[in-house]
């Protein structure tokens, strides 16, 4: 399960205007739901484990996802106001038309970004991995080609959150008109890049630090910030 679903939400991310498996109306939707579902792949393998650590392991995994997959869901309806579709291609559009909204949108990207990697559960955020108080996580029972899909899946969501990342906030594919598959493989890599930094750079927060930053930081100032563009777009075109 874990593989399965870090695996299809490939299918609606658009490297340019015709290199897609699936054009969606409602792809932000899709990969909302696609990410949730995941989270059952974790929760299972730490119950079918049959361990006390493994089980704690993936409780905290799951806390942690949930939490911030709040934040996420939240921070993406800026973005999703401000373009009026769901259609991750049209978001793109609209900002090689327009401006990236990552300059609009400066600290939701920050916070977005801070949220998929408390969501894929990489440093400082890998409490699920806390080796001096949980032996490795939820994965600790399994081996050979099992522990190999845990970490596939697990890396293969980095890319893909690092994919909606792009395409949320950076234009996606666009940057003066040089190749689109090219040019969108190469800001997956350099937001991949961060994500290795971090892990390098950051210490590991506390699990509660860790609740704290989502639900009494992230969640208020996420819900604040949208309201205040929601009033802003709607006193624009009660002006125009």
């Known amino acids: 399960m874990t593989l399965y679903f870090s695996f299809i939400?490939?299918?609606?991310?658009?490297?340019?205007t015709k290199s897609f498996v699936v054009n969606l109306n409602i792809g932000?939707?899709?990969?909302?739901i696609v990410s949730s579902f995941g989270i059952y792949g974790i929760l299972l393998s730490g119950w079918a484990?049959?361990?006390?650590?493994?089980f704690l392991a993936a409780?905290?995994?799951?806390?942690?996802?949930?939490?911030?997959?709040?934040?996420?869901?939240?921070?993406?309806?800026?973005?999703?106001?401000?373009?009026?579709?769901?259609?991750?291609?049209?978001?793109?559009?609209?900002q090689e038309l327009i401006v990236w909204f990552c300059f609009p949108l400066f600290p939701l990207c920050i916070i977005f970004f801070i949220s998929i990697l408390a969501e894929t559960n990489r440093t400082p955020f890998d409490l699920a991995e806390a080796e001096a108080e949980l032996v490795a996580g939820y994965n600790i029972e399994y081996s050979g080609i099992l522990f190999a899909a845990f970490f596939l899946g697990e890396y293969s969501n980095i890319f893909l959150m690092s994919g909606l990342f792009i395409i949320l906030f950076?234009?996606?594919?666009?940057?003066f008109g040089i190749l689109p598959?090219?040019?969108?493989?190469?800001k997956i890599i350099i937001i991949a890049f961060w994500f290795i930094f971090v892990r390098a750079t950051m210490p590991?927060?506390?699990?509660?630090?860790?609740?704290?930053?989502g639900w009494k930081v992230f969640l208020p100032f996420v819900l604040g910030f949208f309201f205040f563009i929601s009033a802003l777009i709607k006193v624009s075109i009660y002006i125009i």
């Not at 932000?28 to 909302?32: A, K, S």
């Not at 995994?61 to 049209?90: D, F, G, K, R």
């Open 49 to 54: 484990s049959n361990s006390k650590y493994a």
């Open 59 to 94: 409780i905290r995994s799951v806390a942690q996802a949930i939490s911030y997959e709040v934040s996420i869901a939240l921070i993406i309806l800026p973005v999703i106001l401000m373009s009026s579709t769901l259609n991750l291609i049209h978001i793109v559009l609209l």
């Open 170 to 175: 950076f234009g996606g594919w666009s940057f």
């Open 204 to 213: 590991r927060y506390r699990f509660d630090q860790l609740m704290i930053i």
């Open 28 to 32: 932000i939707l899709y990969i909302l």
């Open 181 to 186: 598959e090219l040019v969108f493989s190469i």
């Open 9 to 16: 939400g490939w299918a609606v991310i658009p490297f340019s």
